[in-house]
């Protein structure tokens, strides 16, 4: 995807939240922190040889029924024995919009900072930013999504991630 189609797809779902989020509240009583939702994901996988340790916190405010925008952070530790230690932290920025009760679109702009050490390779320690821009869509019940998203920025070459595509699980509270 070119630079300037990838802007025009950000500019135009940022047209698509901000007309959302803007729109009247008919309950003017309504305060920051009744809008504000918690959640975020914990990781733990343990395999031959291996430990993957996720944590993930994230908040949201809700401008309104259909438009919520928000932060989370993530640190992440995982170890290969007698190969590689791996820490990658950083955070991200995601917006979420119903246009219907069951339906949530969202667009999360990730940025992690990735500090890998081998232990028996050529290489001592590979050191960079990974950036990725997920636009998903699940189906919605309660404070629960479920779904797929897609990062458009991948690249089989320089990334964290195997694959484009990934499936989620977004719970809120």
Known sequence: MKINSLKKHIAL???VIFQFAFSQDSNPKNNFWNKVQFGGGLGLGFGNNSTNISVAPSAIYNFNEKVALGVGIQ???IRQKDFYTSHLYGGSIIGLVNPI?????SAELEELRVNTDFDNSSLTSDNFWNTAL???AGYKTNNATIGVRY??????????????????VRVYF
């Open 13 to 15: 779902i940022a047209l």
């Open 75 to 77: 640190y992440s530790y």
């Open 101 to 105: 009760q069951e339906i949530q679109l």
């Open 134 to 136: 997920f636009l998903g």
């Open 151 to 168: 990062n458009v920025l991948h690249n089989d070459n320089n990334n964290i991630y195997t694959t484009a595509f990934m499936p989620f």
